[in-house]
């Protein structure tokens, strides 16, 4: 099942709410919440980690990458993606 969230807030109520996830695929740029915040958010809720975590951005800069290794996100890919990668990753 997958479930789309139409900005990292509204992502961020899903687990809120008690949603489980195998996967959180998130945007490094989105209007509101970046999904850094978004990541960052959920790593504060001190709940168990389950989800592989994964991170699409459009420019990839050194500093994003090194961000993403501190926030735990196991895949940093940049845009555009095909699905082969996608699902590689």
């Known amino acids: 099942i997958c ?3 139409k900005s990292s807030v509204e992502a961020l109520e899903l687990v809120l ?15 509101g919440m970046s999904g850094f915040e978004l990541v960052e958010a959920l790593q ?5 980690k389950t989800a592989v975590l994964m991170m ?3 420019c990839r800069l ?10 735990g996100v196991e895949y ?4 555009p993606i095909h699905a082969s ?3 590689n990753a």
């Open 3 to 5: 479930t789309l969230a």
């Open 17 to 31: 709410d008690g949603g489980s996830y195998d996967l959180i695929l998130c945007d490094a740029s989105m209007p």
């Open 44 to 48: 504060n809720l001190n709940m168990p």
């Open 56 to 58: 699409l951005t459009s």
């Open 62 to 71: 050194t500093s994003d990458s090194a961000r993403c290794r501190t926030l």
């Open 76 to 79: 940093f890919l940049t845009k």
């Open 85 to 87: 990668e996608l699902y």
